[in-house]
């Protein structure tokens, strides 16, 4: 216990002598979680939409000012579909609506009227998205004309032209469907995984470039106890940088903190065990900081790609959802949404623990196994 | 036992290349023994052998009394080794090096502070014990590794080139500190490619591509082989395998 607490206390005397390892401590987890969050917004606003009205009506002016009062759009106006349709091609304009003439006569004689609308539909998602948006402008001034030319006919005739089934929306436990408070808790997964992950396979690999391992190896020091001494910095570390990313995410995006704040702690020490011990594999694998770096990379690219911060697992391919089960960076994301936005108890994130704990002891007994103090 | 260290046919075999090749040889208790030989003769792999830090592909041997396949643990407690390369801490202190080492041979601190005292005043370096490593010149960073090799008091110390690299007067203070330890009854391992150091020590071997090719006082060897001097052996010998 006291040969592990000298170690311990040289590599917090290294750390904090090291100029490069301070800011890489302290100033990217807040470049990380102040950029990142409006960097990943997958909210569609601006959408640039034009449109080409033939009616010139008090109806499809109506029209039109539904679409100007919408936050999504940014509405232009030309005369003819086909200059509409240059736009698009240039690369000016997202989508261009038309109103046909004689809309508001047939709208009101016969009762129906169509639209057309043209998107450019290279990014899909995005085409996807604006065509709800403009479907439900749409829907609100069907409502509208309804209720303000047609009220003789209610409310029988209104039954026959078929009131829609009106859906009202309410989104639970991020209600302002607000991006920051969907990311930055996944932020603050990745902050640590980072920190837990490269810095630690590093910090031993660096002995072993150096050669001062081979002062240690020579003494009678235990593999464990090494080991342990390495690692417990870097476990403190962590936990601190989680309880610096919870502050800053309280201040900057007032991050709502519905469950409880020590689950999330002591989901991220055992989960942190397990980011060590990956670190500390892959530094028995390595010889020098650079293959640990590449290695390092390697996983984190493909652990943070597939972890379901970005993009949902629910719709990746099934051999792609069997590959996160054993992603680490998969199950904390999951976890600290469900404690920190919905509240989710122990109860709830019970089985995640231990399967994390026991990813975290196979991992960490590996890691020891594969350790040599002698060649 | 007055035997710190013994051999026998003690062999290293990276792959098909034999790096040591069935050595034999003993070292008294508190013996100067100088292990020469050029590079590549093998000389570091076997001190890494009988120091634990590398397994033997076969053959027998004891260091302090211990065996060195079944007791590398107690072989370390009782041994001191300087590698080739400066391995202490260059961002930790003088002190803070004495005591890192001090601390996980698993000294008390009461211990750590004597020691360290102690040190400091052997090598003179009082005055910057809370400097960095790094800033010191490569002669005293070598004579500072020579004293945290011997912090837990070994009964052998291995010294792998400790003088590679290092002025005149340096070395010869360093040869001083070696004379020091050998008095209180330290053996002293010590390779070294300087054939006046050679003539330091109480027996030498020269090893040459894994095998020992002499061995004996400097002045046997001399004698025997009708040399004026250990270099002149030692170019023999390594110009007889080269043309073989």
């Avoid at chain 1, 940088?241 to 709502?256: C, N, S, T, Y």
């Avoid at chain 2, 076969?58 to 041994?79: E, L, M, N, T, W």
Wanted: aromatic letters at 12%; glycine letters at 6%.
């Amino acid at each position: 216990m006291k040969t592990i607490l000298f170690i311990i206390q040289k590599e917090f005397k290294q750390i904090f002598r090291n100029k490069s390892m301070l800011p890489i401590l302290f100033v990217m987890p807040f470049i990380q979680l102040i950029i990142l969050p409006f960097a990943a917004d997958y909210e569609i606003k601006n959408i640039r939409l034009t449109i080409v009205d033939m009616d010139q009506s008090v109806l499809s002016r109506q029209l039109n000012s539904h679409f100007q009062a919408s936050p999504f759009f940014n509405v232009s106006y030309t005369l003819t579909p086909e200059e509409a349709e240059a736009l698009i091609q240039h690369n000016d304009s997202d989508l261009y609506l038309e109103i046909p003439p004689r809309f508001e006569y047939r709208l009101l004689k016969e009762q129906r009227a169509s639209l057309h609308l043209s998107i450019d539909a290279i990014n899909g998602s995005k085409a996807g998205v604006s065509q709800a948006y403009v479907q439900s402008i749409v829907r609100d001034f069907n409502k509208e004309v309804i209720a303000e030319w047609v009220p003789q006919l209610q409310p029988r005739a209104l039954a026959a032209i078929g009131q829609p089934v009106d859906i009202t929306y309410q989104n639970w436990f991020n209600p302002d469907l607000d991006y920051n408070t969907f990311m930055v808790p996944g932020i603050l997964v990745l902050l640590i995984t980072m920190i837990a992950g490269f810095l630690s396979g590093m910090n031993i690999v660096k002995e072993k470039e150096i050669g001062t391992i081979e002062q240690i190896n020579v003494t009678p020091i235990k593999k464990y106890q090494f080991v342990i001494g390495k690692l417990l910095p870097f476990w403190l570390l962590g936990l601190m940088e989680l309880a610096i990313g919870m502050v800053l995410g309280k201040i900057i995006f007032d991050i709502p903190f519905v469950g409880s704040i020590s689950l999330v702690f002591a989901f991220a020490s055992v989960y942190l065990l397990l980011i060590l011990g990956v670190g500390l594999l892959i530094s028995t694998f390595s010889n020098t900081q650079q293959q640990s770096m590449f290695l390092t990379w390697f996983f984190m690219v493909i652990f943070i790609l597939m972890s379901g911060l970005f993009t949902p697992i629910e719709s990746m391919p099934h051999w792609a959802q069997v590959l996160t089960w054993f992603n680490p960076i998969a199950y904390f994301v999951d976890v600290i949404r469900l404690v920190m936005l919905k509240g989710s108890g122990w109860v709830d994130i019970k089985q995640t623990f231990f399967q994390i704990l026991a990813f975290a002891i196979a991992v960490n007994g590996l890691a020891v196994w594969n350790y040599r103090k002698r060649s | 036992m007055n035997q710190a260290i013994w051999a026998e046919s003690l062999t290293k075999k990276f792959g098909s290349f034999t790096a040591v090749d069935a050595i034999s040889f003993e070292v008294g208790q508190g013996e100067i023994f100088g292990f020469l030989g050029a590079n590549g003769a093998g000389k570091t792999t076997a001190m890494r052998m009988l120091s634990g830090l590398s397994f033997p592909t076969s053959g027998k041997a004891r260091v302090a009394g211990f065996d060195v396949y079944k007791q590398p643990d107690q072989i370390k407690r009782h041994i001191g080794y300087m590698s080739q390369k400066f391995s202490l801490y260059e961002d930790l202190t003088v002190q803070e090096n004495i005591r890192f080492f001090g601390g996980i041979y698993g000294l008390s601190l009461k211990e750590i502070r004597t020691k360290t005292a102690q040190l400091l005043e052997e090598l003179d370096l009082e005055w910057i014990a809370k400097t960095q490593v790094r800033s010191l010149p490569l002669g005293w960073k070598q004579k500072l590794a020579f004293s945290v090799s011997q912090v837990h008091t070994p009964s052998i110390v291995f010294l792998d080139e400790p003088t590679g690299g290092v002025d005149p007067i340096t070395r010869r203070q360093f040869w001083e500190m070696i004379y020091r330890a050998a008095d209180r009854g330290v053996t002293v391992f010590v390779t070294t490619h300087y054939m006046d150091e050679a003539e330091y020590c109480d027996r030498i071997s020269i090893m040459v591509d894994g095998q020992i090719a002499a061995m004996g006082t400097p002045e046997e060897l001399k004698r025997d082989n009708n040399v004026p001097s250990i270099n002149e052996l030692f170019v023999q010998l390594a110009r007889h395998t080269s043309s073989k």
